[in-house]
């Protein structure tokens, strides 16, 4: 049976045979690293965390969107709240879900806008690239249109001119 959240997830790792013996001797980040790739990949496949990621099938379940509610939607991130909970718990110590979220949130914001400055440089080069095209002067021709005040210049590509030359 799947979690609905985040308690139920952690009452499911809390009763997993063994864990108690590495969670009496880790830290919970320790914790939460070691049992990424074994029980957090576990929690990400048989949880179905991976929705929305089209290279898995999987069905909408409870405990994602009961995250998803909570702005919290990688299920790297997921595992490891849920990882980093259970230690906590089972220490007897407050999690903190806001901060953790609040960390999280500012993570992929920082990535996002990595990316999107990315985007927004080879953008502008290859714009800067068009517009040093359309400046050279072997492959612009100038034409005229007439305006009420006179008749005005403007630099249109060759390949774009259509022999219409005033």
């Not at 009763?15 to 001797?25: A, E, I, P």
Request: proline share 2%.
């Amino acid at each position: 049976m799947i979690p609905q959240n985040l308690e139920e997830a952690i009452d499911h790792i809390l009763d997993m045979d063994g864990v108690d013996k590495h969670l009496q001797t880790m830290t919970a980040i320790d914790f939460s690293t070691e049992f990424h790739n074994n029980v957090g990949r576990w929690i990400r496949n048989n949880w179905n965390l991976w929705v929305g990621n089209m290279a898995y099938k999987c069905y909408d379940t409870e405990l994602y969107h009961w995250f998803y509610r909570r702005r919290l939607s990688h299920p790297d991130d997921i595992s490891t709240v849920i990882l980093e909970a259970a230690h906590h718990r089972y220490h007897g110590k407050d999690y903190d879900f806001k901060k953790e979220i609040f960390i999280y949130q500012c993570y992929w914001n920082t990535v996002h806008e990595e990316r999107f400055k990315s985007i927004v440089e080879k953008t502008m080069q290859k714009v800067e690239e068009k517009i040093k095209k359309l400046r050279d002067p072997e492959k612009e021709v100038v034409i005229g249109y007439a305006m009420a005040d006179g008749v005005k210049g403007c630099y249109v590509p060759v390949e774009l001119n259509m022999g219409v030359n005033i």
